[in-house]
């Protein structure tokens, strides 16, 4: 499995993700930088990044919103395009079941948005941190050991995020569309991105959590149906 991976990873042409990456975080990082500006004349109830852990919240919101609508966008290239263009068929031709050539795809997909995610926001975290020594955008200074105290959370979020980010997969799947895929992670950011100052609905843990097992089970449905497929 580890080898059909690392195949994977070598024949899909990833620099749109990586340059998308990049230019992701610094959008955020700016949008973070305004909303700290524009909320220097609100009191400290109504600011949403009010103290360290407000802030880290509002960025890890960011941060998974933007990469879980990234995800999509593989399982659309990945998945989704290669059944709709029939390209798929060529690898169904190797001596490798369909179930692993999927799982190896869904694997990879699910790996770059898991570290991708992690990176990015303590990457941000400590950017974020620095500017705002300088520029004081939240009263509450960001310490590096109030990042360090949010890291086990942050794993645990990337993670139901990861598992949530498979859910497209289904509607994709549904009728071979490629807008259909990416329309529902956009969907599902809008759902579990909704915000306000201290509370975010991604923060109560049960509902990511809840999405991401449907997420894990619809990537074991497809895998079990390509497999399915093959036998029949």
Do not use: H
């Not at 105290?149 to 990337?158: Q, V």
């Not at 509607?171 to 991105?193: D, W």
Request: positive net charge; proline residues 3%; glycine residues 8%.
């Amino acid at each position: 499995m580890l080898n059909l991976i690392k195949l994977e990873f070598k024949k899909t042409k990833l620099g749109w993700y990586y340059k998308g990456a990049v230019i992701a975080n610094l959008c955020i990082l700016g949008f973070l930088c305004l909303i700290g500006s524009e909320e220097k004349n609100l009191t400290q109830d109504q600011m949403a990044m009010a103290d360290a852990g407000s802030t880290l919240l509002l960025l890890g919101t960011f941060v998974r919103s933007v990469f879980i609508v990234f995800a999509g966008v593989l399982i659309a290239k990945l998945i989704i395009g290669e059944y709709k263009n029939r390209t798929i068929t060529v690898m169904f031709t190797y001596p490798v079941s369909r179930k692993k050539l999927i799982a190896a795809k869904l694997l990879l997909t699910g790996g770059l948005t898991f570290l991708t995610m992690i990176v990015s926001e303590l990457i941000l975290a400590f950017i974020f941190s620095q500017l705002n020594d300088i520029y004081q955008f939240s009263p509450e200074k960001l310490t590096l050991q109030a990042i360090g105290n949010e890291i086990g959370s942050m794993l645990i979020y990337a993670a139901s995020s990861t598992g949530l980010s498979f859910i497209p997969l289904y509607f994709g799947m549904r009728k071979q569309s490629v807008p259909a895929t990416i329309v529902t992670s956009c969907i599902l950011i809008a759902l579990i991105g909704q915000q306000s100052p201290g509370f975010s609905i991604a923060s109560i843990i049960y509902i990511p959590v809840s999405l991401a097992v449907i997420g894990i089970v619809i990537a074991f449905w497809s895998i079990r149906k390509i497999d399915r497929e093959d036998v029949l």
